[in-house]
């Protein structure tokens, strides 16, 4: 993890990096819903913990210059049944303004942190 990403306000990371650019490639981590202390946020509510997840990618990808427009794919993962699948997707869908890229949203038996029902990941891309 680098000083800037941890100025952007994301929480520092233990074994792994946040993202590394190579060329007009940027490979991120999925995204998870930690504030800047690493706690997660928005227990049992996937519509916050997917505001958290993409609110911190916005960091990651302007910390490494890019933006929204340079995302070319989102795969997001949803603990729960239909609802929360619903309630993430509708904050993917918005944050996009209706124009999302290519997408797949799944839901999954569990995420990497106790609490947490959301992650996001992206492929970065400037054209």
């Not at 520092?12 to 995204?31: I, K, P, S, W």
Request: aromatic letters at 6%; hydrophobic letters at 45%; one cysteine or more.
């Amino acid at each position: 993890m680098n000083e800037a990403e941890r100025a952007a306000g994301l929480p520092a990371t233990a074994q792994y990096q946040y993202a590394e650019r190579v060329g007009n490639q940027l490979f991120v981590a999925g995204q998870v819903p930690h504030d800047s202390q690493g706690h997660v946020v928005g227990l049992d509510d996937p519509h916050a913990q997917a505001l958290k997840c993409l609110s911190n990618l916005n960091a990651v990808l302007a910390v490494h210059g890019f933006s929204t427009s340079d995302v070319r794919q989102l795969v997001v993962y949803v603990v729960g049944g239909q609802a929360n699948l619903s309630a993430a997707w509708k904050l993917v869908a918005d944050s996009f303004g209706g124009q999302v890229p290519p997408a797949t949203l799944l839901g999954v038996a569990g995420l990497g942190y106790a609490g947490q029902l959301v992650e996001v990941h992206a492929t970065v891309l400037k054209a």
